[in-house]
């Protein structure tokens, strides 16, 4: 299970995540959803979020 | 903690950053961009993403706003201008509108009848050469007091998506005919050749050529002030913190970001209040791509009449580099029922995709959506409401908060945010000297 979450507060749904993600972990729209059976733990996402939205929880 | 100097810092690469950065490195003063993210832009960025290219915010520009500043700082520009800007879809029938005299072109079809046109024209023509009307009351409001035709209504509220992403019942009328007259001298309009990244790429060219240095991954941790006046900015760039030291500090960042950074207590009450107070405005972006052009005849469509979507953009006729060869890129903007959140996701994106569904034959079977992006509050399309916005001058002294929400009335978006950079900057020249 990834060690990435979404912190929802902060998220705005710009998508730019979502486009980041080399395996396509992370959709939906509004609020990014990730699913952490596909996440690569990459933390691409962590670092393109303008945000911070993406979260590293270990 | 290593030290540096520099003429001026600036946090944030957005467009009201970059254009600063570059109008100052042409002036003769270093300066440094500290972008958080792995890119340049912020919402003037194009990203890659399965071979197309995606705009972040605007693709939006003008010669003479955008090009004028990168050609000022030595580089070439280019603006895509269809060869018919406006369709607009009203009834059921398209209608093209000339850009030269939109307006009347875009009154006179959707009116009911020649008397509804020529009422609307001379009070519309008023508001322009005679007295803006009050920015107590709405666009709506205004003209409510000439026409009850959705149409009419319609098509003015394309125009105030398109430029604030607000809806007419939620901008000032009078911000409105003040945007019209301060733009009024641009005439070139268009689309970037692959997004507003084209604007932005070329100004981190011309600043690294001019001497200055825009890094990227390298966040801004502190704003240093001394007595109530700005000296510098800590940031951290490959794990380790450095001291810029400067004559002014530049914050393109979310005016949210300069009162966390520069520490709450440099900053009044008012200013808190104004900057806590601003809003942005929510804009849905509908990325799709498909095999075969989406719309056979026109590339770009306006629809009056729509539930949520206003506009509709073939990209790939007019910016092919946005797309793989052979593929097409289509871009729908959609308006938000209302601007001030919660926003109902599912219920604006079902009426956003029943409005695709509506206009692009084939939609389903055709299309691909390959993204629903949206942008709201710090991360709005504008950073505030049009008609809300900052001054450029913080009350700490040498600190200025620079971009979209830092502009002067009647102006908007990416246009704001070149101006907001050139008000920055001349205010910097008459201040301070370089090193």
């Given at each position: 299970m990834s060690v990435v979450e979404v912190n929802e507060q902060k998220c705005v749904g710009c998508g730019i995540c979502a486009t980041f993600c080399p395996v396509e972990a992370l959709g939906g729209f509004g609020v990014i959803k990730l699913d952490k059976n596909i996440c690569n733990e990459c933390l691409d996402c962590v670092e393109t979020c303008p945000m911070d939205a993406l979260e590293v929880k270990p | 903690m290593k030290q540096l100097k520099y003429d001026v810092a600036i946090i944030g690469s957005g467009l009201g950053g970059l254009t600063t950065a570059a109008l100052l490195s042409k002036a003769g003063y270093k300066v440094l961009v500290a972008e958080k993210l792995p890119f340049t832009g912020g919402r003037c960025a194009t990203i890659s993403h399965q071979g197309y290219k995606l705009p972040t915010g605007t693709a939006w520009v003008s010669e003479e706003i955008h090009g004028s500043v990168c050609r000022e700082v030595g580089e070439d520009f280019e603006v895509r201008i269809p060869q018919v800007q406006y369709y607009f879809r009203i009834g059921g029938k398209d209608y093209s509108a000339p850009v030269a005299g939109l307006f009347n072109s875009m009154i006179a079809r959707a009116a009911t009848d020649d008397n509804e046109a020529r009422r609307m024209y001379s009070a519309f023509k008023k508001a322009v050469t005679w007295s803006e009307p009050s920015r107590s009351i709405s666009l709506y409001d205004w003209l409510k007091l000439y026409t009850d035709n959705p149409a009419l209504l319609g098509v003015f509220q394309i125009f105030v998506e398109m430029d604030t992403a607000l809806n007419h019942f939620e901008l000032p009328a009078g911000e409105f005919f003040r945007f019209i007259k301060e733009t009024s001298f641009v005439k070139q309009m268009g689309f970037a050749p692959y997004g507003g990244g084209y604007v932005t790429d070329k100004l981190v060219r011309a600043i690294k050529r001019l001497g200055g240095d825009v890094w990227t991954r390298c966040r801004a941790l502190q704003i240093k002030t001394k007595d109530g006046v700005a000296t510098g900015v800590v940031i951290r760039k490959d794990n380790e913190e450095i001291e810029v030291n400067a004559q002014a500090v530049v914050c393109n960042a979310h005016p949210e970001v300069a009162v966390e950074l520069a520490s709450k207590e440099n900053f009044d009450s008012g200013c808190l209040k104004d900057v806590a107070g601003l809003k942005g405005s929510p804009q849905v972006i509908y990325f799709i791509t498909s095999d075969k052009p989406l719309m056979e005849d026109k590339s770009m469509i306006c629809l009056p009449e729509g539930r949520r979507i206003f506009c509709i953009m073939q990209y790939t006729d007019f910016c092919p580099e946005m797309s793989p060869k052979g593929k097409y890129l289509i871009e729908a903007a959609a308006f938000v029922g209302n601007s001030t959140p919660p926003y109902d996701y599912q219920k604006e994106v079902g009426l956003g995709l029943q409005d695709l569904r509506d206009n692009i034959p084939d939609f389903d079977r055709k299309a691909t959506l390959m993204r629903i992006n949206w942008y709201h509050g710090p991360w709005g399309l504008m950073r505030t409401w049009a008609g809300y916005s900052l001054p450029i001058?913080?009350?700490?002294?040498?600190l200025y908060l620079t971009g979209d929400s830092s502009a002067p009335s009647g102006w908007w978006g990416s246009s704001a945010a070149v101006k907001s950079g050139r008000l920055t900057t001349e205010d910097i020249i008459r201040r301070y000297k370089p090193n």
């Open positions: - | 001058h913080s009350p700490v002294l040498g």
